[in-house]
């Protein structure tokens, strides 16, 4: 069965970095899209930042543009969200999605908390 599994979250500093890594298996990785969303207390889930299958097109909210960064390696199966610059507004649990025609998936999350 599709598993993603996320790691690399934690507390830092604002002004700070982290990078989330998300492991995939039981589907083919490398035909699916792959994104990274957030849930902040009290608010909806929102997309973050999008990777095409291939890795040759991306996209970002624009709230992290510029900061953030989204890559995958398909010879890994994993898909990898770095974080610079982080402000305390981006703190909340970041899930992993996989996308593939008539099938997605989240992962379990994994809190980034940005506090001094």
């Known amino acids: 069965q599709v598993q993603l599994v996320e790691s690399g979250g934690g507390l830092v500093q604002p002004g700070g970095s982290l990078r989330l890594s998300c492991a995939a298996s039981g589907f083919s990785f490398s035909s699916a899209s792959m994104s990274w969303h957030r849930q902040a207390p009290g608010k909806e889930r929102e997309l973050v930042a999008s990777?095409?299958?291939?890795?040759?097109?991306?996209n970002y909210a624009d709230s992290v543009k510029g900061r953030f960064t989204i890559s995958r390696d398909n010879a890994q199966n994993t898909v990898y969200l770095g974080m610079n610059r982080l402000r305390p507004e981006d703190t909340a649990v970041y899930y992993c999605k996989m996308w593939l025609p008539g099938n997605s998936a989240w992962g379990q999350g994994t809190q980034v908390t940005v506090s001094s």
């Open positions: 990777i095409s299958n291939a890795g040759g097109i991306t």
